[in-house]
C-alpha cells in the first residue's frame, strides 16, 4: 500500500481515530469509576459499623441513666419518709410555742435558736457529706490578720 493509498484509507474513515480514543477513554473512566464505587461501599460499611456502635452506646447510657434516676427516687423517698417523724415533731412543737406568750413575741430567744439548730441538726445527720471542700473554705482563727491566712 502507498501513502496516496495510506491516506485516502485515512479520509474515508477518519472518524474511526476520535472513536478509538473515546473508547479508550471509556474504559479507563469505568476502570476508575468502579474502583471509587468499591471504596465507598467499604466506607459506608465501616461508618454503618461506626454508627451502630454510638447507637448501641447511646441505648446503653440512657439505660444506666433510667437506672441511676430510679434509684436516686429511692433514695430520697426514704430520706424524705425518714425525716417526716422530725418535721412533724417540729410543727407540733412550733405550734405549741405559738400558743404561749412568748410565741406571740416578734423575735425568738436564744435558747429557742439552739432548739432550731439542734432541730436542724437531727435533720440532716443521715446526709451523706458534702463532695465539695467546704470545711477549708474559713481560716479556722477568725481573728487572724488576713496576710496570715
Not at 10 to 18: M, N
Not at 80 to 108: H, K, M, W
Request: charged share 25%; net charge neutral.
Amino acid at each position: 500500500m502507498t501513502w496516496a493509498a495510506g491516506f485516502a484509507l485515512l479520509r474515508r474513515f477518519w472518524w474511526s481515530v476520535p472513536m478509538a480514543g473515546l473508547l479508550i477513554g471509556l474504559l479507563l473512566t469505568r476502570a476508575r469509576a468502579d474502583d471509587l464505587e468499591a471504596t465507598l461501599k467499604a466506607e459506608r460499611a465501616a461508618w454503618s459499623a461506626e454508627i451502630a456502635k454510638a447507637e448501641q452506646l447511646r441505648i446503653d447510657a440512657e439505660a444506666r441513666f433510667a437506672v441511676q434516676q430510679t434509684t436516686a427516687l429511692a433514695t430520697f423517698a426514704d430520706r424524705l419518709a425518714n425525716r417526716e417523724p422530725i418535721i412533724l415533731r417540729s410543727t407540733d412543737t412550733v405550734r405549741t410555742y405559738a400558743q404561749t406568750a412568748a410565741g406571740r413575741a416578734a423575735c425568738l430567744p436564744v435558747d429557742r435558736v439552739r432548739g432550731i439548730d439542734a432541730l436542724d441538726a437531727e435533720l440532716f445527720t443521715s446526709d451523706p457529706a458534702s463532695a465539695g471542700r467546704g470545711e477549708e473554705a474559713l481560716h479556722s482563727e477568725a481573728n487572724a490578720p488576713a496576710a496570715g491566712r
